[in-house]
């Protein structure tokens, strides 16, 4: 009798598909995954639809609209274990920049018609709505890390993705630090690792796409990136980018208002 294999659903919400093509582009690893998993729901890949529950749910998107908030309560209802991917999904993604806005401000700028737009006020991260199993950050997410998700959930272990920073990273593939050479500012100190070491390997800071490390030290890098010259404002809207929504980087950049 032939094994039953996991049913894994794959779901969007407010985001730019991104996180979704960096499964796609796992390639022949994504052969792998398919062998050992039935791909049951993934718009991104296939029109096909498998009827739940599912054993495992991938979640990509913030919560953005009202209709999203009784959509993720479905998906949780029928999934055993609910994993969030990338910043949208874990933070709020870059459009959680409204959160500390007003947005029918942005409504306007935007939209010739905005009276056919209907959006909360605030951006919100999934684990905001329901309970959430697993967080894989970045923007995108890694695909070696989405792997070893995959990886340890059909193996019934623990993921093992880092919590250190990214400067760790760096120093790991001899990488030298844009802010010590060049003076250039970086939330290497502050962020997780996991992309790759993607901007400081071209020489620019790290902008803090994979969200704040386990107990970053936000007082102490906001001092030096004033003393590397920049002005309050300039500090604020570093920490408000695509993971603005993060509690860490949310709260540091207030202290800059």
Same mark, same amino acid.
């Not at 306007?108 to 951006?123: C, F, G, K, N, R």
């Not at 620019?204 to 936000?218: A, L, Q, Y």
């Not at 890098?221 to 408000?240: C, N, P, Q, V």
């Given at each position: 009798?032939?094994?039953?294999?996991?049913?894994?659903a794959?779901?969007?919400?407010?985001?730019?598909?991104?996180?979704q093509?960096s499964?796609?582009?796992?390639?022949?690893e994504?052969?792998?995954?398919?062998?050992e998993?039935?791909i049951?729901?993934?718009?991104?890949a296939?029109?096909a639809r498998?009827?739940?529950?599912?054993?495992v749910?991938?979640?990509?998107g913030?919560?953005?609209?009202?209709?999203?908030v009784?959509?993720?309560?479905?998906?949780r209802?029928?999934?055993g274990?609910?994993?969030?991917?990338?910043a949208?999904?874990t933070?709020?993604g870059i459009?959680?920049?409204k959160n500390?806005?007003?947005?029918?401000?942005f %409504?306007?700028?935007?939209?010739a018609?905005p009276?056919y737009?209907?959006?909360l006020?605030t951006?919100t991260? %999934?684990?905001d709505?329901?309970p959430?199993?697993?967080?894989?950050?970045?923007c995108?997410?890694?695909?070696e890390?989405l792997l070893?998700?995959?990886?340890a959930?059909l193996?019934g272990r623990a993921p093992?993705?880092?919590k250190?920073?990214?400067? %760790?990273e760096c120093?790991?593939?001899?990488?030298?630090?844009v802010?010590v050479?060049?003076?250039q500012p970086?939330l290497?100190?502050?962020?997780q690792?996991?992309?790759?070491?993607?901007c400081?390997?071209?020489?620019?800071?790290c902008f803090?796409?994979?969200g704040?490390?386990?107990?970053p030290?936000?007082a102490?890098l906001?001092?030096r990136?004033?003393?590397l010259g920049?002005?309050?404002r300039?500090i604020k809207?570093?920490?408000?980018?695509?993971?603005?929504?993060?509690d860490?980087?949310?709260?540091e950049?207030?202290?800059?208002?």
């Amino acid at each position: 009798m032939a094994r039953r294999k996991p049913k894994l659903a794959v779901w969007k919400f407010s985001s730019c598909d991104g996180c979704q093509l960096s499964l796609l582009g796992c390639e022949d690893e994504l052969l792998a995954v398919v062998g050992e998993v039935e791909i049951a729901y993934f718009l991104e890949a296939t029109r096909a639809r498998v009827k739940g529950p599912y054993d495992v749910s991938l979640v990509e998107g913030s919560v953005t609209t009202p209709e999203e908030v009784e959509r993720i309560q479905q998906v949780r209802r029928q999934s055993g274990l609910l994993v969030t991917i990338g910043a949208c999904a874990t933070a709020g993604g870059i459009q959680a920049l409204k959160n500390v806005k007003d947005v029918n401000q942005f %409504i306007d700028a935007v939209y010739a018609h905005p009276e056919y737009i209907e959006t909360l006020e605030t951006s919100t991260p %999934i684990q905001d709505h329901v309970p959430v199993d697993f967080e894989l950050r970045g923007c995108p997410i890694s695909k070696e890390q989405l792997l070893e998700v995959l990886n340890a959930t059909l193996n019934g272990r623990a993921p093992n993705v880092p919590k250190y920073s990214q400067c %760790i990273e760096c120093k790991r593939t001899g990488t030298v630090c844009v802010m010590v050479s060049q003076g250039q500012p970086c939330l290497g100190p502050v962020t997780q690792a996991g992309c790759g070491n993607v901007c400081p390997a071209c020489e620019r800071g790290c902008f803090g796409c994979f969200g704040p490390k386990e107990t970053p030290n936000m007082a102490s890098l906001s001092r030096r990136m004033a003393e590397l010259g920049m002005e309050r404002r300039e500090i604020k809207h570093f920490y408000r980018l695509f993971t603005a929504n993060a509690d860490a980087f949310r709260e540091e950049s207030k202290g800059h208002e």
